[in-house]
């Protein structure tokens, strides 16, 4: 089994202040796991992925995340948000050789000016 | 282009009316699988396929139906909807074990 816990439905910074998107995850086995990014009225864009590689995962947009095993967390962070980023987010896990995908309910992040 | 394509994009139609939602990839992918996305819920997974002619239940796939008869089609069916089903609907494909790719969404209105 897996899951996928956001811990804030809702997240609200500055302009030019750091975002942190907090996401804990549960699974029997060595997950994947991914962060996508859901602007207004529009589709899913992959953010970054973590496949067991380097723990410490480069996205798009500035963004990275860290995969925590001991913590069984995937924060996902940026130094400076910009108003482009006002956006949903979903934490996403998929476990190796079980191929249901689990999504978190999301975490709507408002920038303010 | 790679793509996911899903029509209709938008449709509105009367409980017990049967209904069909199609997706197509054109980028060879084994994985293809259909969510629904609900305020508040996140995506949920209703069915995922691994490969032609293979089909498995995902989170929520009561009341939906899926073939996979060739690999770039995944299509969603609905044999009897309900006002419960009204949502946003997204396919999705990838290759095994990789990012998956979203089409543009199906918002569906059963009244």
């Known amino acids: 089994a897996q899951s996928v816990t956001q811990l804030d439905s809702h997240v609200s910074v500055s302009e030019g202040t750091p975002v942190l998107l907090r996401c804990n995850y549960s699974?029997?086995?060595?997950?994947?796991l991914f962060w996508y990014v859901q602007h207004p009225n529009k589709g899913l864009q992959l953010l970054l992925k973590y496949t067991s590689a380097a723990t410490l995962v480069k996205g798009i947009n500035g963004f990275e995340a860290e995969f925590k095993k001991s913590e069984t967390s995937f924060h996902l962070t940026k130094p400076s948000a910009h108003m482009s980023d006002a956006a949903e987010y979903f934490c996403v896990v998929k476990t190796g050789g079980y191929q249901k995908v689990t999504f978190g309910i999301g975490t709507k992040l408002q920038v303010i000016p | 282009e790679a793509q996911v394509t899903q029509n209709p994009r938008y449709l509105i139609t009367v409980t017990g009316k049967k209904l069909t939602v199609t997706c197509s990839q054109n980028m060879n992918h084994e994985y293809m699988s259909w969510y629904r996305q609900d305020p508040g819920l996140g995506l949920r997974q209703i069915y995922y396929?691994?490969?032609?002619?293979?089909?498995d239940k995902g989170d929520v796939p009561e009341g939906y139906k899926v073939s996979r008869k060739e690999k770039r089609n995944f299509p969603l069916i609905l044999e009897s909807p309900s006002p419960n089903q009204t949502s946003l609907y997204f396919c999705?494909?990838?290759?095994?074990?990789?990012?998956?790719?979203f089409g543009p969404g199906t918002r569906l209105t059963v009244t």
């Open positions: 999705a494909s990838s290759f095994t074990g990789r990012q998956q790719y």
């Open positions: 699974s029997s086995y060595s997950p994947s």
């Open positions: 396929s691994m490969n032609v002619e293979v089909t």
